[in-house]
């Protein structure tokens, strides 16, 4: 399957914002990522959202070409996606990597369900604006005896 990355780009874009403006609904904080990623790499805040909105682009294709492999249909398929990936890549990576311990639990009791709430927003937005089918593999027709 070929990667429409246009179509990806504003998946992103819709889809990070969407994720940042329910973390200002649930922290009351807007654009806390973008301003950790700074804090953290002692760069300036243009910088951290730069890398926070790549990071959701970088999801968005790996999602486009992993999508059509996952069972599912429109919807569920970008939920099990972040799902897997927050798990995987905010739990058990990124926040460790950013001093928040697993599940960011170093922050709080809440955070790891505000994340999955958050990235959970960040997928509907990729059912929504980047819709696969998902692959079904050929039958080759068997020779006859």
């Known amino acids: 399957m070929k990667i429409d990355f246009a179509k990806a780009a504003l998946a992103a874009v819709v889809g990070t914002l969407a994720l940042d403006v329910l973390g200002f609904a649930?922290?009351?904080?807007?654009?806390d990522i973008p301003t950790l990623l700074a804090d953290k790499l002692q760069s300036p805040f243009v910088v951290?959202?730069?890398l926070h909105y790549s990071l959701g682009f970088t999801l968005t294709v790996i999602y486009a070409a992993i999508a059509p492999s996952l069972p599912g249909g429109r919807w569920s398929?970008?939920?099990i996606f972040v799902t897997a990936e927050t798990v995987l890549g905010v739990y058990l990576f990124m926040f460790p990597l950013l001093g928040a311990g697993f599940a960011g639990l170093g922050l709080g009791l809440a955070v790891p369900f505000i994340s999955m709430a958050r990235h959970i927003v960040f997928g509907l937005a990729l059912g929504w604006l980047y819709p696969v089918e998902r692959r079904v593999a050929k039958r080759r027709p068997q020779p006859a005896t």
């Not at 649930?26 to 654009?31: A, I, S």
């Open 48 to 50: 951290g959202l730069a």
């Open 26 to 31: 649930l922290t009351g904080t807007f654009w």
């Open 77 to 79: 398929r970008p939920l």
